[in-house]
Nanobody
Framework: QVQLVESGGGSVQPGKSLRLSCVTS????????IGWFRQAPGKERERVSC???????HYPESLKDRFTISRDNVKSTLYLQMNSLKPEDPAIYYC????????????????WGQGTQVTVSS
């Protein structure tokens, strides 16, 4: 079955960087679209990046200069490089996917990891 396991979160100072990882299993990483999402307390879950099966990366305009999504198909691992972290970035970050999930659509995938906490504090 599909499993997603995130790691790499932590507490950093504003302006610093973090790289999140999502180890995947149960499907072939480069055959499905897969995204990174985040949810802060009291806020709706939002998508912060997405990579299509063909390797095209998608970002909201507000994050495209600071976040980079990538994948290692051999390791079946998805990454999110987050630079210049800001006080508005703290949240639980999740990777998520399913066979019918597409980056070009505003849909919610069926499979989610447990999330990894990111805190930004001076």
């Amino acid at each position: 079955q599909v499993q997603l396991v995130e790691s790499g979160g932590g507490s950093v100072q504003p302006g610093k960087s973090l790289r999140l990882s999502c180890v995947t299993s149960g499907f072939t990483l480069d055959m499905w679209d897969i995204g990174w999402f985040r949810q802060a307390p009291g806020k709706e879950r939002e998508r912060v990046s997405c990579i299509s099966a063909d390797g095209t990366a998608h970002y909201p305009e507000s994050l495209k200069d600071r976040f980079t999504i990538s994948r290692d198909n051999v390791k079946s691992t998805l990454y999110l490089q987050m630079n210049s972290l800001k006080p508005e970035d703290p949240a639980i970050y999740y990777c998520a996917t399913d066979i019918n999930f597409y980056c070009r659509e505003n849909s919610r995938p069926d499979y989610w990891g447990q999330g990894t906490q990111v805190t930004v504090s001076s």
